[in-house]
């Protein structure tokens, strides 16, 4: 059952570091009890000394500051800048010993840092209850479905809204930004939650990447429920896991932190994924495949437009609806319903958050007035996302073609043109590639590189570099009636470059403005 800790309150005070300051003392016990310190003799520092703010910037150090020496590319001259604007202690896995500060020298900094953060800013997960979401696809609709059914119900009882950390966006109650990772380093993830705290938000959903469970972000935060979806082949590059097995077992690390675990029975490695699970103390299965589930939807259809199925849960069994499109999204859908029962949270508020929920990128639909042209928007950036995307497109509209527009990421997860080329080559008709962020790369090289596994499904396809053309063209000369589907993107407003990221129209306005034209050309 959920926990309230509603703070009514007529204005925000908002909490820094600062007003949880401790004793330097603190920290290095921290670090001794986690026997992350690699140095065992004494420490020369006054651990009494009030510590003011915990920092891995060296441009916002001020005094009494504890410094943190982090990043590959970590130079000692951040150390030394942070020094002159007053750190007195640093935190590093190596000495520098020209600078004239006092070591903290750890054995691992990633951990450090989560567990340092956490302190610093009074362990504020302790005050929240937090969904963390894990898996290849879908963690953001999840998410945004889980927030909307947690509102619907907070708003039915008089209470604010609740805070969402998530790929897309930022909102801790205090602070809303679009977001840089799909999970936030450890000092800022603590801020937001601390944030959340102060805003009175009490309910959290959150993202949890792989690379966060893996490298420590997360560390010391606690979950009330954390989701597990699917894994596939993603994010496999030297850069990120050297292997799928390295990427199961960094996300079935989010069982360690958490009450309740929700997961598919549905998904790869099932098995394996509930093994690591019965650690929590609560299990809740969701699945569309096995009856034995606690959460079990089937009979999944489409209805005008929205996504229907049946759903049994232990407290109710009924008719639950989606307006999201993808008949894939049940899955998340079940997830949402399954996080709504380890909170009590009730049918109605169930029914009503999932129909309402708007996922920004995530299958947008868009129609022009004489019905001809449909355009999905989706975020699908992988082998695993656009195959499940393109085959439910093709269920929904079984007598449309079907134009794919899509690209691949320059300079990692190369194995991605592997699996977004077998995708499309399998399910699509017309196929349009363009730029998705190609980085380092040049657009046709890696168009080239996609084409090599198109060629082998037969299938033609058009190079058209410039993303917005690509869009107007794969919209104003489909064949009526047609569905686009726009992968990749989603709701991004950047192009990441060889010289970084550089401003773009997001794929929702591209697909309007093409649409209108459309419009405006057959007004007849």
């Not at 640093?90 to 600078?99: A, D, F, K, Q, T």
């Not at 299958?363 to 995307?389: F, P």
């Amino acid at each position: 059952m959920g926990r309230w800790k509603h703070r009514p309150h007529k204005f925000t005070v908002v909490k820094k570091m600062t007003d949880f300051r401790r004793p330097l003392g603190d920290y290095v016990q921290l670090l001794l009890r986690h026997d992350l310190l690699a140095d065992k003799g004494p420490i020369h520092a006054d651990l009494t000394a009030p510590v003011v703010l915990v920092s891995c910037d060296s441009q916002v150090v001020i005094p009494h500051t504890l410094f943190l020496c982090k990043g590959a590319k970590f130079k000692e001259d951040y150390l030394r800048q942070a020094m002159d604007k007053g750190a007195f202690v640093y935190v590093s896995e190596i000495p520098y010993p020209n600078v004239p500060l006092p070591c903290l020298r750890v054995t691992d900094i990633r951990q450090a840092m989560g567990l340092l953060a956490d302190l610093a800013y009074g362990h504020p997960s302790g005050q929240l209850t937090i969904t963390g979401i894990t898996g290849t696809k879908g963690k953001t609709t999840t998410a945004y479905y889980i927030k909307s059914i947690v509102d619907t119900w907070l708003a039915s009882q008089g209470h604010r809204e609740s805070a969402l950390l998530s790929t897309i966006v930022t909102d801790d109650g205090l602070e809303r930004k679009p977001a840089k990772l799909t999970t936030p380093e450890p000092l800022d993830l603590q801020r937001h939650l601390s944030n959340a705290v102060t805003a009175g938000a009490d309910y959290l959903t959150m993202e949890v990447s792989s690379q966060a469970l893996k490298y420590g972000r997360v560390i010391g935060v606690d979950l009330s429920c954390a989701v597990f979806l699917n894994i596939g082949e993603d994010h496999i590059s030297p850069v990120e896991h050297p292997d799928l097995e390295d990427y199961l077992q960094s996300k079935l690390l989010i069982f360690r932190q958490a009450k309740t675990a929700c997961i598919s029975m549905d998904c790869d490695h099932a098995a394996e994924v509930a093994q690591a699970a019965a650690r929590c103390e609560q299990v809740i299965t969701f699945s569309q495949k096995d009856p034995a589930a606690v959460v079990y939807g089937t009979n999944v259809r489409k209805e005008g437009n929205k996504i229907a199925f049946h759903v049994r849960t232990p407290r109710y069994e009924g008719e639950l609806a989606i307006s999201t499109p993808g008949l894939f999204n049940v899955e998340n859908a079940l997830a949402a319903v399954a996080v709504a029962e380890a909170y009590g949270i009730s049918r109605q508020a169930v029914e009503q958050g999932l129909e309402k929920a708007f996922v920004p990128g995530r299958m947008e639909h868009y129609v022009s007035a004489d019905n001809q042209i449909s355009v999905i928007v989706d975020y699908s950036h992988n082998g695993m996302s656009l195959q499940n995307a393109l085959r439910s497109v093709r269920a929904e509209y079984p007598d449309r073609q079907l134009t794919v527009l899509f690209g691949c990421t320059g300079g990692k997860g190369i194995d991605r043109r592997e699996g977004m080329g077998n995708a499309a080559g399998e399910w699509a008709h017309r196929i349009i590639l363009t730029e998705d962020d190609p980085g380092p790369e040049e657009v046709e090289d890696i168009c080239a590189d996609i084409g090599v596994f198109l060629k082998r499904w037969n299938k033609a396809y058009t190079v058209i570099p410039d993303r917005e053309r690509a869009v107007e063209t794969a919209i104003l000369e489909a064949q009526r009636p047609a569905v686009v589907l726009l992968a990749g993107k989603g709701c991004e407003e950047a192009q990441k470059r060889k010289n970084g990221p550089e401003p773009c129209i997001p794929d929702g306005i591209l697909a309007r403005q093409a649409l209108d034209k459309y419009d405006r050309d057959h007004a007849q």
